[in-house]
């Protein structure tokens, strides 16, 4: 039996808005590894420097192995560019390359920079006209149930080609789940973590990297879903939500 493990901190979370998101992270393990995986989860919780903690949800569930969908990590590559305004340039015309039309790219990245808050998940947007329709307002779509099928191999992996950091592999595992996903044309994200630049553009093509999506020290930061207008977005929250995801190397 294979178990989906998710953490979720925040601050405030006595609000009826379910507080300021800090923190989230999705494993999925065996039963003999919960112990300790709970723990980190707490101690990284925690340990995080967007807030203060005052909330840690975590939720052990089984998953029936057979449900299990087996999806290749995407191909990876690294655009350098000079500066932010280069590299968002360049991410735009990923976006355009993987059939994101211009103003939905316009329209999603002034969301991502509009943002007053974390959000716990991700928006889903239009590619044509840039429209949100997700309608979960700052709580976004949370992708779930997913994981690599080896960590420590997957770790090697990642360093022999100078791919290091949680946020990197983490980011990689959740792009991989929804590239696959019915409806979605590709996903922009920069990190809303204040001391990491980078960002990516990924589709069924692969995940492409960029160093610089955004300057030091700023906290916007986010996931955008560009979907086709026909999709049906009960169906791709359904996928994206409770479908698990092992991710192969
Ligand atoms: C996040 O989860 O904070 C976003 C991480 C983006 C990773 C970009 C990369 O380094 O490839």
Same mark, same amino acid.
């Given at each position: 039996m294979i178990y989906s493990v998710r953490m979720r901190a925040a601050q405030g979370a006595a609000h009826e808005d379910g507080g300021r998101h800090i923190s989230g992270a999705e494993r999925l393990v065996s039963r003999d590894q919960i112990g300790a995986l709970t723990q980190s989860m707490v101690e990284r919780a925690f340990s995080h420097s967007r807030g203060q903690t005052d909330f840690i949800n975590i939720t052990v569930e089984a998953v029936a192995t057979e449900n299990i969908r087996r999806l290749e990590l995407l191909p990876m590559t690294t655009v350098a560019a000079a500066d932010v305004s280069a590299g968002r340039a360049a991410a735009k015309a990923a976006l355009a390359a993987a059939g994101v039309k211009s103003p939905a790219a316009d329209a999603g990245m002034e969301r991502l920079l509009a943002l007053k808050d974390s959000m716990r998940g991700a928006m889903l947007i239009?590619?044509? !006209?840039?429209q949100r329709l997700d =309608? !979960?307002?700052?709580?976004g779509i949370r992708v779930s149930r997913m994981d690599i099928d080896d960590q420590n191999r997957f770790a090697a992996w990642l360093e022999k080609r100078g791919f290091t950091g949680i946020h990197i592999r983490e980011a990689v595992v959740l792009a991989t789940k929804v590239a696959a996903?019915? =409806?979605?044309i590709a996903e922009l994200c920069w990190s809303d973590d204040p001391e990491y630049t980078a960002g990516y553009v990924a589709s069924a093509s692969g995940y492409m990297r960029f160093p610089q999506l955004k300057p030091y020290g700023v906290m916007q930061g986010g996931r955008l879903f560009f979907i086709r207008p026909e999709t049906n977005i009960t169906e791709l929250m359904h996928y994206l939500e409770t479908q698990p995801v092992l991710v192969v190397t």
């Open positions: 239009c590619g044509v !006209t840039g =309608g !979960t307002d700052g709580r996903a019915s =409806g979605v």
